[in-house]
């Protein structure tokens, strides 16, 4: 029997927790901490009984201090392990190329130079293509050398999805009319058209990142805080306590 559908203006979070989802960070340090300031002085001016923060992957690429974001989340998880960190395609295909250092690769093609460059190690863009395969070699040994073991288990670790209430979180998206419980990873971090074209109700509202939108985007069955942080210095979180939904965004300079 298929499990019917609600609308995100019916849906609720868990009775006394509130919910923080923030979107796609991609390197941008300054604004993940500016986030975590401003959610923590919403929770100290108005306390709730019980809280999550969730981070909706791409910590990695393009963005300035992918070592800073990962470091920062390592520690916050730490304190508190109520910071709950999901994967997103780049945090992977950043690992794929520690694994096998492909020239025409996610990492390589989309933002993993900067990511490499936030480690200390220069890495350039075609270099395999133009005769210099031994250069590409060298940059992905210094980057492994570079890269703590503590980061590789942190990326190791990020779950795909999280469900609270009646909201269901992911990087990407899912595949209409297949299970939540049984959704590929590849579709959790990937998909696109078919998810966004999706006017149906879901089984939860899901909240996701990876496409980039000029704001959030609300629509009946979905919510997008992808906001390209990155590159517009405005990193955005929904934020949901109990029947109450609104919109959270910190400001930067842009890329």
């Not at 070592?67 to 950043?94: C, T, W, Y």
Request: charged share 20%.
């Amino acid at each position: 029997m298929t499990e019917p559908g609600i609308s995100f203006y019916e849906a609720r979070g868990p009775q006394g927790m509130r919910l923080y989802a923030i979107g796609d960070v991609h390197g941008r340090l300054d604004l993940l901490t500016a986030m975590h300031r401003r959610i923590e002085s919403e929770l100290e001016w108005k306390p709730a009984a019980d809280w999550r923060v969730i981070h909706l992957g791409d910590y990695v690429d393009r963005g300035p201090d992918a070592r800073g974001v990962i470091d920062f989340l390592i520690e916050a998880q730490k304190s508190d392990p109520r910071h709950l960190m999901l994967a997103g395609n780049h945090d992977l295909g950043f690992l794929d190329f520690l694994d096998v250092p492909d020239p025409d690769g996610l990492f390589m093609r989309y933002g993993g130079i900067q990511t490499a460059l936030s480690y200390g190690v220069s890495l350039t863009a075609n270099a395999y293509w133009f005769g210099k395969a031994e250069t590409l070699r060298q940059g992905h040994a210094a980057l492994i050398e570079a890269v703590p073991q503590n980061h590789l288990e942190f990326l190791r670790s990020l779950a795909f999805s999280v469900t609270f209430g009646d909201f269901f979180f992911c990087h990407a998206g899912i595949r209409p009319g297949i299970a939540l419980e049984n959704q590929s990873r590849q579709d959790l971090i990937w998909i696109r058209e078919v998810f966004h074209d999706h006017t149906g109700l879901h089984p939860k509202i899901v909240v996701h990142g990876h496409t980039p939108v000029p704001k959030a985007e609300i629509t009946g069955n979905r919510v997008n805080v992808d906001t390209l942080a990155w590159q517009s210095g405005n990193l955005t979180a929904l934020v949901v306590n109990g029947a109450d939904k609104h919109i959270l965004t910190v400001t930067g300079e842009p890329a």
